[in-house]
Nanobody, 119 residues
Framework: QVQLVESGGGLVQAGGSLSVSCAAS????????MGWYRQAPGKQRELVAT???????NYADSVKGRFTISRDNAKNTVYLQMSSLKPEDTAVYYC?????????????WGKGTLVTVSS
């Protein structure tokens, strides 16, 4: 099993910055991807950004140039630095950890942390 503990989030004005982090513990896959997804009220969960343990990143078009994902492999922690925030970035942000384990692709989710951007 993998446990994901998220921290950060909160309320910020439009144009401001905020960061969230997520620490993984338990079974650590030698090859893994950590990332952030978000779900706004009434909408489906969507990708925000992911990063592999090799450092390859992927961003949603809506956050490119504004959000930066990074990770500390020694701490099994992923960070998301958000800047130039917009009201439409308001959502619950979920941490995700996935990788191969015993021949299967496993995926784990955090409980989510709320980010609210006021206009």
């Amino acid at each position: 099993q993998v446990q994901l503990v998220e921290s950060g989030g909160g309320l910020v004005q439009a144009g401001g910055s905020l960061s969230v982090s997520c620490a993984a513990s338990g079974i650590i896959f030698s090859i893994n991807t950590m990332g952030w997804y978000r779900q706004a009220p009434g909408k489906q969960r969507e990708l925000v950004a992911t990063i592999t343990n090799g450092g390859s990143t992927n961003y949603a078009d809506s956050v490119k140039g504004r959000f930066t994902i990074s990770r500390d492999n020694a701490k099994n922690t992923v960070y998301l630095q958000m800047s130039s925030l917009k009201p439409e970035d308001t959502a619950v942000y979920y941490c995700n950890y996935q990788g191969p384990w015993l021949g299967e692709q496993r995926s784990y989710w955090g409980k989510g942390t709320l980010v609210t951007v006021s206009s």
